[in-house]
């Protein structure tokens, strides 16, 4: 494992991130660590549109979708005559 040393970090940056680990109940390095890991593995494009539908896939995993009550389907409305006959 590397590391890294940010000098010159605003105080109030600071702060907040430190708030925001204790949110998360994570120490500061780790909070930073979860930070550059989210936002670098959004900017990766995937290769195919394989990775997208596992995502996919996965975050709807469990729902039971198959079990849901869809609404009956009403009739559409008449075609307008125009008046024609």
Same mark, same amino acid.
């Given at each position: 494992m590397s590391s890294i040393t940010i000098r010159n970090l605003d105080d109030k940056l600071k702060a907040s991130l430190?708030?925001?680990a204790a949110?998360?109940?994570l120490?500061?390095?780790q909070e930073v660590? #979860?930070?550059l890991h989210n936002i670098l $593995? $959004?900017?990766e494009c995937p290769a195919n549109g394989l990775e997208f539908a596992l995502r996919i896939n996965q975050r709807f995993k469990g729902l039971a979708a198959d079990e849901l009550v869809l609404p009956t389907r009403t009739p559409t409305r008449p075609?307008? #005559?125009f008046g024609k006959t």
């Open positions: 430190r708030l925001r949110r998360h109940g120490s500061m390095e660590r #979860n930070i $593995a $959004a900017d075609v307008p #005559n």
